[in-house]
């Protein structure tokens, strides 16, 4: 079966530090990859995807960075974090075809201070 | 462009209550439709999804929702809610699997 994982559960950093987010996924090659950001009070946010090693589609002008270095790995990072960064960050993985669906992580809460 | 929306933020019920959460969305193309659920802490778990075929789709915890494609709901709907039905709900639609676009999220919160 599949599983993703996620790490660290929990993030503490200063503003102004760098950020390593990790994701990977087992049981499954050549997945689309997704990270998502979820702020106190709002939805999810749709921060970058991939559908292959290389290939990552912004979605929205941030501070943030990604990279799929493997075929189940997915990076988050940033040089330099900023107070806005904070927020649950989640990792997804699409099942396609008749199983249509995309699988979440159980994320990474980071509080930057 | 995509649009999701969940009219309530929180909806308090009590146990064994009937419990509704809405969810309204805009598309210009045929859609697929899904409903999260994530408890406390936790991520995201698939509660239930309309692709194709029959409009009304259940899940195995006693949910349900119905696509109505004239009033572009997909609203989500329990007869009777437990104490570890609270958690907070997302609606999400795609136009292309590629990409889901979410809704804010409802807060069911279920009291004794």
């Known amino acids: 079966s599949q599983t993703i994982h996620q790490w660290p559960a929990t993030l503490v950093q200063p503003v102004g530090s760098p950020l390593s987010l990790e994701c990977t996924v087992e049981?499954?090659?050549?997945?689309?990859l997704y990270w998502y950001r979820q702020a106190a009070g709002r939805g999810l946010q749709l921060l970058f995807y991939?559908?292959?090693?290389?290939?990552i589609s912004s979605e929205v002008p941030q501070n943030l960075s990604a990279s799929r270095p493997q075929d189940r790995q997915f990076i988050l990072s940033s040089k330099k974090l900023l107070l806005s960064d904070s927020g649950f960050y989640l990792c997804?993985?699409?099942?396609?075809?008749?199983?249509?669906?995309?699988?979440f992580g159980p994320g990474t809460r980071l509080l930057v201070l | 462009a995509q649009s999701v929306t969940q009219l309530d933020s929180q909806v308090p019920v009590f146990e064994e209550a009937p419990v509704e959460l809405r969810c309204n969305y805009s598309?210009?193309?045929?859609?697929?439709l899904f409903w999260y659920v994530q408890y406390p802490n936790q991520g995201l778990q698939l509660l239930l999804k309309?692709?194709?075929?029959?409009?009304l789709v259940e899940s195995i915890n006693g949910f349900e929702a119905e696509f109505n494609k004239s009033q572009t709901s997909f609203h989500l709907r329990k007869p009777s809610v437990h104490i570890s039905d609270t958690a907070e709900y997302f609606c999400?639609?795609?136009?292309?699997?590629?990409?889901?676009?979410f809704g804010t999220g409802t807060r069911l919160l279920v009291s004794p």
């Open positions: 598309s210009s193309v045929s859609v697929y």
């Open positions: 049981g499954t090659s050549n997945p689309n």
């Open positions: 997804a993985w699409r099942v396609g075809g008749r199983r249509e669906t995309q699988y």
């Open positions: 309309y692709l194709s075929g029959s409009t």
């Open positions: 991939s559908v292959g090693i290389g290939q």
């Open positions: 999400a639609v795609s136009d292309s699997f590629q990409k889901l676009v």
